[in-house]
């Protein structure tokens, strides 16, 4: 009896699950038809700085009239933002300075081949006062041996690849950091490092597109070196690990190519020059120097020779 009681209910709730499934079935079909029409767009996560100067959509336009593929932007920002949404399997491809990071996304079986396709570039700054008198200095070992002899401070701070850059500076130069001038800073975030220095009175490498937009404040640190291609950090491109067959992947490649192409390479050279100053705000990598790939830089300094 009590399930006869219950048989109203019981055909309201079979006309609801009978509507449930309608609902689901017509709502997957929808959503198979989704991938299909978007299986030639690239998902990309993209690190913030190229986000912040328009280049990677300037990229994405540029391949787009070159190719039958699209381009959407999925995630830009911090490295480790955008490295989980690539975890996610949410982007074909990544992008982002060449790290631990990126590397271990490969390592991880998350992404293939990463290749280098641009460069950024840091500064050398100090406060006004310069009292290493190293302002206009273009190599920029010779700034530090400055610095390293006028018993000046220097900051140093937790980002790997400035720490990288500067360690390759200090090799090349064969200097030796005195432990009492040096103030290292746990943190890589550029409002904390400038702030310290600015109160330190000490030099320091920061980027220079955050240095030179406003994004940061400079706390009155000024720019003391810079052009030196030593200073530069190279950006990777990753694709997404998948079946090699697939669209999707295919379009990952496609743009990972077009990113080294010659053509490419050379445009860099041109994209943002003037904005802030006479420079690029990146430059070309070498993609093949025995053909003579790589446009000639003729913003590098004397130790580009």
């Not at 992947?249 to 020059?273: D, K, M, S, V, Y």
Request: proline share 6%; hydrophobic share 40%; aromatic share 4%.
């Amino acid at each position: 009896m009590r399930l006869l009681q219950r048989n109203p209910a019981g055909r309201v709730g079979r006309q609801v699950l009978c509507l449930v499934i309608a609902l689901g079935t017509s709502m997957s079909g929808a959503a198979a038809q989704e991938p299909a029409a978007e299986s030639d767009t690239v998902r990309c996560a993209v690190i913030g700085g190229m986000g912040d100067t328009g280049l990677f959509e300037e990229v994405a336009r540029r391949f787009e009239k070159q190719s039958k593929y699209r381009v959407r932007i999925v995630a830009a920002g911090p490295k480790r933002e955008i490295a989980e949404v690539f975890q996610r399997g949410e982007a074909d491809l990544i992008t982002m300075h060449a790290s631990d990071t990126i590397i271990n996304l490969v390592a991880d079986g998350y992404g293939v081949d990463p290749q280098p396709w641009a460069r950024n570039d840091l500064l050398l700054v100090g406060p006004p006062s310069d009292p290493a008198k190293v302002r206009g200095e273009t190599d920029a070992v010779v700034a530090l041996q400055k610095i390293v002899a006028a018993k000046s401070q220097l900051l140093m701070h937790s980002s790997l690849g400035a720490n990288e850059v500067l360690a390759d500076l200090l090799a090349a130069g064969e200097i030796t950091l005195d432990p009492a001038r040096v103030t290292s800073l746990p943190s890589d975030r550029h409002r904390e490092m400038l702030k310290r220095a600015a109160a330190e009175q000490a030099y320091t490498v920061v980027g220079r597109i955050p240095f030179l937009n406003a994004k940061i404040p400079r706390h009155d640190m000024e720019i003391m070196v810079q052009g030196d291609p030593r200073l530069r950090r190279p950006y990777v491109v990753v694709v997404a690990r998948g079946d090699e067959s697939s669209t999707r992947i295919q379009a990952a490649r496609a743009l990972q190519q077009f990113l080294r192409n010659a053509e490419t390479q050379e445009w860099l050279l041109a994209f943002g020059r003037g904005k802030y100053d006479s420079q690029p705000l990146f430059f070309p990598v070498v993609v093949d120097k025995a053909r003579g790939h790589t446009p000639p830089d003729k913003s590098a300094g004397p130790a580009a020779k």
